[in-house]
């Protein structure tokens, strides 16, 4: 599943295009523009289905023909969108039962985006015959280069709490469950008196008068990221049957964490990410990074497609910052140092009425004599001197383990703190690596661990029976494991192992007997000199090496971070959180004693490194220096772009990026 | 569209009298108070459609008809309301499709007020039907002044989402549209698939899954503003039919920027307002007297009444403070000082139970060995002394351009930054004006600004071609402009001018190409040492001279503040937002190029000046001292009230106010 | 009303048994473990709705028949619930109009628990129905010692606004009112044209567009408060039917001050109540001696039955933090020195799944070798020897004045400031009293206020004439009383007195004319070198003498604490919010001067001391340390746990509670 559109001829360049919001004559100096840039991909009519469906069964695809028609002409590739996201009016006006209802029967309505109940036959019956249409009509069209089904699934509507949801909801649990005392155990409906006798008691997570069954509403996760798949797997199919070979995929978007993409990642015919930069970040960056390392786990480490970003400022944060002169390249590039073979933003054109009018373009409202347009040409030629990088892979020695539902589980209201946020963890263990350029994947739990020196778990909460046997195994054959806090606790039922917490009490020679988070902005100290803070365990080496304990505090003498041979490996606990740098150099010291060596020995303060390797050796060095001043890095290799040779190695200028080659 | 009812014979005086709510042994108490404090006028019947109207057609009268003799035989006007801005149980129980509706669905009840949609067909016709009653009885009724329709349009119900108000929403946008085509093009519904093919399918801007069509949001708030105003007009078209002369109006209030005032205030014979202060507020003072200025202002000019204001403490604030000794006279006479010619307050009588028994009144609960009772009987006979004053109007050279459709538009979710509200930067410049002691009107963007040596632009983010080119005209004919940020941007649709921001690029002389909101709490250096806050833009001066650049920043060396001489005129452009004294300083110094003089030529802080003029050169001059200790101040002029001579003018203790006459 | 089951023998020790959730065989572990930990006494059945009726009249006692006979061999008595507190899936689907609605026409579904309206006279005949059931098969079992109906009335669903609700809320209203015209007086519907003209027209006061009819809400909560005691009460009629003997109650949770316990304190036949800690409280055991002393007031001073609280954490708070070692048991001792006889968790095993699985339990997800089941363990030992205390009652000689209606009425939005919330008026009274060993009663204001040397009004915003009446009567016969700030303002309608504020004027010599709340932050300096914070009032000291006066603000010179002989008594008056030492200090100096020693004469910072009595003579005073070291205090007696002796008394380790025993 990895990005390769051979008629792209190196890194493919674009966005969005939504020419329907243009007359004709923008068009025309659309693709001279596209020609000067550089561009050669366009992915085309993502929010269109009112302009080709204007009543039901009634198709106007004569614009759409004249504009393939004019790509074709340029040489653009067209990525064609099923233009499913967006119901035209009519539609909903028609259907208003296909309208999103929230969990307190609020409905959605049309007249803003993605205004669908994923499980509303009307809207699957009439999207699939949109694609039907647009599948026979430009399968074999010139321009033709991959499908985008419908956009961002989740984004604003992941799960919807209607009665037909409902219905659909019990659908699923009835395969899952087989039978009622089967949902009942899972449930554990015996508290509160929830036990249900008939399938149609069963309803989706709506508004309570307390907290809901924990279990439904993970279940209700999983069935409504299933229900969105299922949506798509539906186009996807009349379009591999329609058109063999044009590779289908659609935009993943992870920020709200609403879609389990790891049972995506096999449905796609390319992996394609969208990622926007959240201002006001310390470090911006680092989301970025994460994304990127994210995007590159779900295509099983081969090329992937950055489908969105932005040029300068998007439209739908509190204060939507303008990037700085040159932050545009530095953005790109960061994600093609992590594997991306594409750089495409939404959107072409920036657009002039609607609601992400302030969104920025590649064309800005002003025109071509601005910062932007400068930037994007500067880039799209200097993306020609990187087509060699196109296919190369991205090196990973460190897994970072990472489940949808475990996130969901451990997101549940009724939680020991609400500091302890899943992706919080998670995001803290990637910047530690990333400030030691140690370069991680994401991998699912009971995924192929075997090709990794070392496996971390910063929050796995949830973990079932056979996933938890899967990381034992891993670390008896050899590997190195670091499992943090409130890890393995719960099963796929969100039901607590009992006799002391966690899966891998035999693994990590601990018994954890209760957890003891910590008060808003309360500390703890470490028998090291460190600090624990939002969380901390009550738990009993039996078996395993204290390496810190608490020093102070209800479990001062307590195990905070502990070691424990396992089989021909170690597996280490760890039961609160450090501070960033006490994290840094935790995994690193890890990640070394597991042999492995960072990319640089020691990286200056706010200088990202990754590489990427073709089979055949030659590898690039990604080094970005993400500070005010210049940055010198002892690193050898070849200079591709954006350094200049110092006596000691290269200089790299206040936010550039550098690409070196070399062979391994 | 003065206020003048020459029975008065000087400032009106009094307030709401509820006397509905107490037994009528009370009200031969109230008219003998009334007459100890000077009480000229008196607002009747504002809630007591349930007490006039028990059954649908069953009216009572008595009591109001006994009331008004009451008031007759003691020479008190009444302020006749109609009575229909809270219809009484019965109807809304009756007919509870005329309850407002959410966007989100939610129903608004009854046993509060306001409790209608404006839209309603029942509601209009309950309240016609009323009024009809009112006017025939009472048309020639000795205590009769004038009407007061209903109460403070839009204070809790602007907009109404029901399917009533969708219907009636359809038909305002048919006449402004004519066709769907041209209802497509404004709100521009190529973007977002929202393209409408049958009117039925359009709708109010209700709840959707992401943002909603801003031109759709827009053109709600023009509609519902509208609504209003025919529900006002239905009622004064009967009573001016019914009682030719008298004049009919209805009391605005502000808060809420929901309502258009400049398309209402033409349809008023007079202008009335009301004002709360807030407390809590650095400077109090600041919103009355904006509001001040706005009622004038949309009075032509011309005396307006303040219709409501508190004699200490409000209910409805986090916490009511109460005015201390003094200040009730300043507050009133604050108002007098920026044109109005009456001083009313709500209530006469402070109500025993009720959502609003915590307000003050005239009369306190304690009764009449009261702070608040002294201060009103002081103050009624001070104004006696300040009958002269009535029909003299304020003088204002400065103009500061204010639009709703603009406000509303700017305040759409999906804006560059949070940070930059509209009210907000015109509170501000009006606060600058204000401390220098130069008064301003405002003023609407198409009007007549010929008489005004300078025109203010602090937010004024949408604007028309038509309007823009009447700016451009003033300039060109010798007038001076300041254009603030994020001026001109779009048009009355909502959308963007292309090829560089704004409609007065070459008026300016300035190309903006994007915008660069700052971080929460960022600053940027400008070249004059001054600060940069909120807001900056990436601009170019092709023909205008910099006076202050950006220091540094992303933006470091482009230009923060420009000049621009154009035709016999000259137009200043400001891309950020200043501090509050270098903008006192920026607006004192282009007042005084523009050949304007303060009041004061160096004010001392804290005090305020305004004056008022008669035709034949009686000049008054209100001078207010908002500090803690006495403060003096060089002026000439005869001592009306509220100052003691000293040898270089006047001192005003503390929280004082004082009246000077002198002819100009 | 007092907890007295002689089969105890001693205090009751245990908690919340939930066999419903775990198999059979654990049950044999469960009793095994009750009897190492001295259990004896369990609560059988509260969310077992849906498993002891699994269809509409099908029901299934099997299990609860052997749950009971197993208790029974084992000596450990039964607290048996009706189970009526959680109605199962099936019952909620087939009357889905018994799910309750909010103010906004949100519907709760089940899933959860609580999820009926209280006046569903479908969900009252099927709770009648299980019990009757219960009633006539348990009547006479062994194992039965009590019956615990439903479950914490009113925690989650206190109120209702359907349909069935106002039918409802309108039959109370005409109960109360008899006549349309008494509710219109009442509720002051002459406000805002809110005058009812017929039964039907009247509503709960849902959701509105302004603040909703003040007294139409109090109405409302005082509605609802007695809809969940006619549930009640209808559950423990049949039972007294079935059972006679044994005793019937529910337990009490106080958190949401919802319910008017008064009024069901007398429908129970021994008061119990729960109580839960709330982290990150600067003194968590203030509100654990408030509830216990409310929980003692509520029984008539006699002994009370501790009926939840929790071993640990709890799972419903932001952060829920563990007990550290120790606490455990300070926290159970710590309801016992205040009048428990009885020490009961919620629940006995720790939940495996649920949304309260994170609650903590007597037996711990980790097992027996834990902290808390050693805790457990220890102190059900310790238990034993304090058998002695059952039956003794605590000395109270100051009563704080606490009205449910007054604390509605004053929480009602529209009132002078949010910061003077009454509950928060009330702890910090009562922390004054504690702190300074002075025991406290809470008490209705119509009650026998003769047994008390003191009487404190933290808050009582509202008063009828007779409670005013009551208080007076109690200085003129020789009390002392402190009354508050903006006491007795208001009557049993929320209506104003008029004339000056409050029901005591002539009592306290003091004419209150204005309320002059105080902005967020500010102060006011105090004649005594002490600051007023929150509030202050305009007052004239008519007839009392001046203790404190306002020493700078609006007010400097009035008066803010006054005294005044009345009759044989004294009346104190405050009008402002005072530091907590400043109030420590006045509250000692009234209880001395009024005749009352405290236990301890200078109290050590942290330490607690409450004594209990026997008829007898016997004395036993507890003191508990809150500090994190070693106390010493000068006390004596026979030391019964938790302390050693020292020359000058006893110390008390860190957060250690020591038990003495004299005879007084």
Redesign the interface.
């Known amino acids: 599943m990895a990005f390769d559109i051979p008629a792209l001829r190196g890194l493919a360049f674009g966005g969005d295009y939504?020419a329907?919001?243009w007359p004709e004559e923008v068009w025309t100096d659309d693709v001279r523009l596209m020609k000067i840039a550089g561009v050669n991909l366009a992915t085309v009519g993502v929010?269109?289905?009112?302009?080709l469906e204007?009543?039901p069964g009634r198709y106007d695809f004569d614009w759409l023909d004249r504009l393939l028609d004019l790509l074709a002409r340029h040489g653009i590739a067209a990525d064609l969108a099923t233009?499913t996201?967006?119901?035209?009016?009519?539609f909903s006006?028609a259907h208003s039962e296909s309208l999103?209802v929230g969990p307190?029967?609020?409905?959605?309505?049309?007249?803003?985006?993605?205004?669908f109940c994923p499980s509303s036959p009307a809207y699957r019956d009439a999207a699939a015959a949109l694609v039907e249409q647009l599948g026979t009509r430009y399968a074999g069209h010139p321009a033709l280069a991959m499908w985008h089904v419908n956009n961002e699934y989740g984004?604003?509507?992941a799960r919807c709490w209607c009665d037909t949801s409902a219905e659909a909801f019990r659908g699923w649990l009835r395969d899952r469950y087989d039978s009622l005392d089967a949902l009942n155990t899972a449930?554990?409906?015996?508290?509160?008196?929830?036990?249900?006798?008939?399938w149609?008691?069963?309803?989706p997570?709506?508004?309570?008068?307390?907290?809901?069954?924990?279990?439904?509403q993970l279940d209700f996760h999983r069935f409504s990221s299933r229900e969105l798949l299922d949506c798509y797997r539906a186009e996807r199919d009349i379009l591999r049957r329609l058109s063999p070979g044009v590779p289908v995929t659609t935009n993943f978007l992870v920020d709200r964490w609403s879609v389990d993409f790891w049972a995506w990642a096999g449905e796609v015919d390319l992996v394609a990410m969208d990622h926007y930069l959240t201002?006001?970040r310390v470090d911006p960056y680092a989301d970025l990074a994460l994304i990127a390392d994210l995007a590159r786990s779900l295509a099983g480490g081969r090329p992937w497609a950055l489908m969105e970003h932005a040029t300068?400022?998007v439209?739908?944060q509190?204060?939507?910052?303008?990037k700085?002169?040159g932050r545009l390249r530095r953005d790109s590039l960061g994600h093609v140092a992590r594997g991306a073979d594409s750089v495409l933003y939404f959107q072409w054109r920036a657009?002039?009425?609607?609601?992400?009018?302030?969104h920025?373009g590649m064309v800005?409202?002003?025109?071509t004599?601005?910062?932007?347009w400068r930037e994007v040409v500067a880039l799209g030629s200097e993306l020609d001197g990187l087509a060699e990088v196109v296919g190369s892979e991205v090196i990973a020695e460190v897994a970072v383990l990472l489940d949808w539902s475990s996130i969901w589980a451990q997101r549940h209201p009724?939680?020991?703190?609400?500091?302890a946020d899943p992706i919080g963890c998670i995001e803290q263990w990637h910047a530690a690596l990333r400030a030691a350029t140690v370069t991680c994947d994401f991998a699912p739990p009971g995924g192929d661990l075997g090709r990794y020196r070392l496996v971390l778990l910063p929050a796995l909460h949830l973990v079932s029976e056979a996933d938890a046997a899967n990381l034992v195994a891993y670390v008896a054959e050899g590997g190195t494991v670091l499992v943090g806090p409130y890890a393995g606790v719960v099963d796929e039922?969100?039901?607590?192992r009992?006799?002391?917490?966690g899966a891998w009490r035999e693994l990590l020679g601990v018994?954890?007997?209760?957890?003891?988070?910590?008060?808003?902005g309360a500390t703890v100290a470490l028998s090291d000199g460190g600090t624990g803070r939002v969380w901390t365990e009550?738990a009993t080496a039996d078996q395993a090496e204290v390496l810190v304990s608490y020093a102070d505090g209800?479990l001062a003498g307590g195990p905070a971070l502990t070691r424990h041979q396992y089989g021909r490996g170690t597996a280490y606990y760890l039961g609160t959180h450090l501070d960033d740098p006490a994290l840094r150099a935790l995994l690193t010291r890890l990640a070394v004693d597991a042999g492995l060596t960072p990319i640089l020995a020691t990286p200056p303060p706010g200088v990202e490194a990754v590489q990427r390797r073709h089979p055949d050796g030659r590898r690039y060095t990604f080094l970005a220096n993400d500070t005010d001043a210049p940055v010198e890095v002892p690193v050898d290799g070849s200079i591709l772009t954006g350094a200049a040779r110092v006596p000691d190695g290269i200089q790299i200028p206040p936010h550039g990026l550098a690409v070196l080659r070399d062979r391994c």
């Open positions: 939504s329907e919001q929010f269109s289905w009112a302009m204007t009543a233009a996201a967006a119901p035209p009016p009519w006006h999103p307190d029967g609020t409905r959605l309505w049309y007249g803003s985006r993605q205004s984004c604003h509507v449930w554990g409906t015996a508290f509160w008196s929830q036990r249900y006798t008939d149609e008691q069963v309803l997570p709506r508004q309570t008068p307390s907290f809901a069954n924990p279990t439904q201002a006001g300068s400022a439209n739908w509190p204060r939507n910052l303008a700085p002169p657009s002039r009425s609607g609601a992400e009018k302030w920025s800005p409202h002003a025109g004599d601005t910062k932007v009724s939680q020991p703190s609400v500091d039922h969100d039901q607590i009992l006799g002391g917490y018994r954890v007997e209760e957890f003891f988070p910590l008060d808003v009550l209800p």
